[in-house]
């Protein structure tokens, strides 16, 4: 069975904090995504990666950054969390030349106080 | 103007009743349409994908392109209570060189017995 894993499902920080988010898949995908999830908005992509250690910019990359040193592996990062970054994170996974059907995981629900 | 829009509902029909959703979406070069189910609490999972005008047809759901009017839609056939959630179109936008999938907010659905 395909999956994508994220490392906590709920995750309260405070305000500067840095903040990681896992997320490992099992299906050797190229693609990987991280998007937030805010009520009246839907998902919008902050980051992605076509490949081991290469990163483009999402729609909102401002105030996070991602690392990826392994195929399976995708992290977010939040450098100084701010409660405007209080959001559900999904991350989501994909094949080359699919047809562009992403695998989510489950979320992560952060709240920075 | 947003990317991909939809109508936030909720849009509430019987049991046994046809649920029409719809989509408009801003860019035409886009070629690619998909719709995707998002139960409360839980990640979204691809239902219908779509790139040729017309209709696709996939048991009790069929996708509708028509890329003049930049409209897509879903519709429900004999729909259950089990279809209430909320569903997402996403639609390719290409982007220097790489694909990535534009969500619009959302359309939560209620199937009532």
């Known amino acids: 069975d395909v999956k994508v894993t994220q490392s906590s499902r709920y995750l309260v920080k405070r305000t500067g904090e840095k903040v990681f988010l896992e997320c490992v898949q099992d299906?050797?995908?190229?693609?990987m995504f991280w998007y937030r999830q805010d009520p009246g908005l839907g998902l919008r992509l902050i980051y992605f990666s076509y490949d081991v250690k290469m990163k483009e910019k999402g729609d909102i990359p401002e105030g996070y950054s991602v690392s990826r040193e392994k195929k399976e592996r995708f992290s977010l990062i939040l450098e100084s969390a701010s409660t405007n970054q209080t959001s559900m994170y999904l991350c989501?996974?994909?094949?080359?030349?699919?047809?562009?059907?992403?695998?989510f995981g489950s979320g992560t629900q952060l709240s920075v106080l | 103007q947003k990317e991909v829009e939809q109508n936030s509902g909720p849009l509430s029909v019987p049991e046994g009743a046809i649920a029409s959703l719809n989509c408009t979406y801003s860019?035409?070069?886009?070629?690619?349409f998909f719709w995707y189910r998002q139960y409360s609490g839980k990640s979204p999972e691809l239902i219908m994908s779509i790139y040729s005008n017309g209709d696709k047809e996939d048991g009790r759901f069929t996708a509708q392109l028509n890329k003049a009017s930049q409209y897509v839609s879903l519709l429900i056939r004999d729909s259950q209570p089990s279809d209430s959630a909320t569903y997402l179109c996403?639609?390719?936008?290409?982007?220097?060189?790489?694909?990535?999938?534009?969500f619009g907010a959302g359309t939560r659905l209620a199937v009532h017995p």
């Open positions: 989501a996974s994909s094949s080359w030349g699919g047809d562009e059907k992403l695998f």
């Open positions: 860019d035409r070069v886009s070629q690619s």
């Open positions: 996403a639609v390719n936008r290409r982007n220097g060189g790489y694909n990535k999938l534009i």
């Open positions: 299906m050797d995908h190229e693609n």
